[in-house]
């Protein structure tokens, strides 16, 4: 008797365990459907509402939604906006070595004039 129990507490275990996994992938089937129509209107309707929905897509499927929004918006932008943000990808670390030169020099500059003050003032 008891060992009978045993094998139907085993099948009752493995029946609700394959019922569960069922359930599981037919709610994340439904999901993927629900993200890739989403995903599909946010490659027409602009850059920000395309990050805002590729980043809810990424989270619903477990990934970063942080590049996947990233993604979306440069995805929604006009070919001009593109060309401007690579524009400033490319000067960005030129301006930023021009501001460390000039930074540098104002530096040298306000060495230069503590050291003729301390001159000045001694002799």
């Known amino acids: 008797m ?3 129990l045993e094998r139907l507490e085993n099948s009752l275990l493995r029946l609700v ?3 569960v996994e069922a359930c599981v992938q037919l709610i994340s089937t439904k999901i993927e459907r629900v993200v890739g129509k ?4 946010a490659d027409k ?3 920000v509402p395309g990050a805002a929905l ?3 897509r990424a989270a619903l499927l477990g990934k970063s ?3 996947a929004a990233i993604k979306g918006a440069i995805a929604g932008m006009s070919w001009q906006t593109k060309l401007i943000l690579v ?3 490319i000067l960005f670390p030129i301006l930023l070595v021009v501001l460390g030169v000039v930074l540098l020099l104002v530096l040298i500059v306000r060495a230069v004039v503590v050291a003729f003050r301390a001159a000045t003032q001694r002799g």
Request: cysteine-free.
């Open 2 to 4: 008891a060992v009978a």
């Open 17 to 19: 365990r394959a019922a």
């Open 38 to 41: 989403l995903a599909e209107r």
């Open 45 to 47: 309707s602009g850059a």
């Open 54 to 56: 590729r980043a809810v």
């Open 65 to 67: 939604p942080v590049w």
């Open 87 to 89: 524009a400033g990808m």
